[in-house]
Nanobody
Framework: QVHVVESGGGLVQAGGSLTLSCTVSGSTWSTFSRYVLGWFRQVPGLERAFVTSISFSGEKRFYADSVRGRFTITRDNAKNTVYLQMNDLKFEDTAIYYC????????????????????WGQGTQVFVSS
């Protein structure tokens, strides 16, 4: 059973930075290194929105237009962990951030769609004050 746990959320002023972490347990190093990993975010009343994804090798990364140039996704396969470095945060980045894990199946293309993912964390709240 795969468990996904996010951490690192909190309150930050606009223009500040935060780093979110997501640790995936229940998988070995060899299996974790085959996962596509992603971050999504959600605000009340809206659908969960894609933020960024990273391929199993870490060579391919995709970003939503709203965060490109400010956010960076990285992964450490030795630690079964994926990170989201968020810089120059804006009030509109306020949301619950979810980490997602996609098993290596044909349904996974770029990791931009929620339906591509198999496991989700409980989310971590990020609040940016203006």
């Amino acid at each position: 059973q795969v468990h996904v746990v996010e951490s690192g959320g909190g309150l930050v002023q606009a223009g500040g930075s935060l780093t979110l972490s997501c640790t995936v347990s229940g998988s070995t190093w060899s299996t974790f290194s085959r996962y596509v990993l992603g971050w999504f975010r959600q605000v009340p009343g809206l659908e969960r929105a894609f933020v960024t994804s990273i391929s199993f090798s870490g060579e391919k990364r995709f970003y939503a237009d709203s965060v490109r140039g400010r956010f960076t996704i990285t992964r450490d396969n030795a630690k079964n962990t994926v990170y989201l470095q968020m810089n120059d945060l804006k009030f509109e980045d306020t949301a619950i951030y979810y980490c997602a894990v996609a098993l290596p199946t044909p349904k996974v293309v770029h990791g931009r769609e929620a339906r591509e993912y198999d496991y989700w964390g409980q989310g971590t709240q990020v609040f940016v004050s203006s």
